[in-house]
């Protein structure tokens, strides 16, 4: 029985490279359903790429298989991963800390390595700058048809030699919750934290209604300062009023009704981004 595979890229759709790598995959297993992550990472951006895979694998059954390739460092060294979740599912990347998110979240049950020398599209091993074609959907293909098992896909790499990146975890003391702004809503521009509901509300003791001092900070430095009130939906506020609520993976958000508090605050996301919420008496 095939299993889904998933594409993630930083490719953008103004050019051929996603429909080739649908053009691959249909060759080597065209009864494999083939299902679109995004192809809007922003180019090079790991740590995004890594947030939207832990996003959105758990919406997918088991033994799905997940290409992520936003891969500043193809045709280096770096090593091309095939990963297995402690949830059951496959992911397909570059050794680069794309798995930093779901390793996190779910736990990395094994990790094999594709040998980029042979594990690869037939009439490819010229091509040094496209291994989202040549290596990592092909593989995948053949993963999510049956056509391979993990256990025959290259040399098995110990778990805790996969690179990761620094997630800077939520941390409240007293009354003070710190914790990172890791990813950007991209459509309507609210910013979503890694402090989670439990922390939030059980740990913190938040209530609808409740005021909280919010600071932002880039690198250290301080870029937003608001007094915000803690909604449980966008409507409980004003049309351009902003607010804090718990957003769709039940973490902590920041957000302005009906606009964009990343572009009228100047605001975005990633590992160099911080915040803390201190509660108004």
């Known amino acids: ?28 297993a065209p009864e494999v359903r083939v299902a679109d992550l995004t192809h809007g990472i922003t180019p090079f951006n790991i740590f995004e ?17 997940f ?12 090593l091309s991963l095939v990963a297995r979740l402690k949830s059951g599912h496959y ?27 042979i594990d690869r599209l037939p009439g490819s091993e010229k091509s040094a700058t496209f291994h989202g074609r040549d290596i990592y959907v092909y593989n995948g293909a053949k993963l999510a048809a049956g056509q391979v098992t993990f256990e025959e896909i290259g040399q098995a790499l110990p778990v805790e030699e996969v690179i990761t990146l620094p997630l800077n975890p939520a941390v409240q003391t007293g009354q003070t919750i710190t914790g990172n702004v890791d990813i950007t809503d ?21 209530h609808y209604g409740d005021r909280f001092a919010v600071t932002v900070f880039h690198e250290g430095q301080e870029v937003y300062h608001a007094v915000l009130p803690y909604e449980k939906t966008f409507a409980d506020v004003r049309p351009g ?16 009704r009906q606009g964009s508090i990343a572009n009228e605050a100047h605001l975005s996301a990633g590992p160099d981004w911080s915040i803390k919420i201190v509660k108004e008496d």
């Open 1 to 28: 029985m095939t299993k889904p595979l998933v594409l993630q890229t930083d490719f953008g759709l103004n050019d051929g490279a996603v429909s080739s790598m649908y053009g691959v995959a249909s060759q080597v």
């Open 49 to 65: 790429a890594s947030f939207r895979l832990a996003q959105t694998v758990r919406y997918w059954p088991k033994e799905t298989v």
């Open 186 to 206: 991209v459509n309507f521009g609210s910013l979503w934290t890694n402090i989670d509901e439990k922390l939030w509300h059980e740990g913190f003791g938040s």
């Open 67 to 78: 290409v992520s390739v936003v891969d500043p460092g193809v045709g280096s060294k770096r």
């Open 91 to 117: 992911v397909i990347t570059p050794d680069n800390g794309t798995l930093t998110h779901l390793a996190d979240l779910y736990g990395i049950d094994a990790v094999r390595v594709i040998d980029e020398r």
């Open 241 to 256: 009023a902003a607010l804090l609520y718990l957003n769709s993976v039940n973490t902590v958000g920041l957000a302005i």
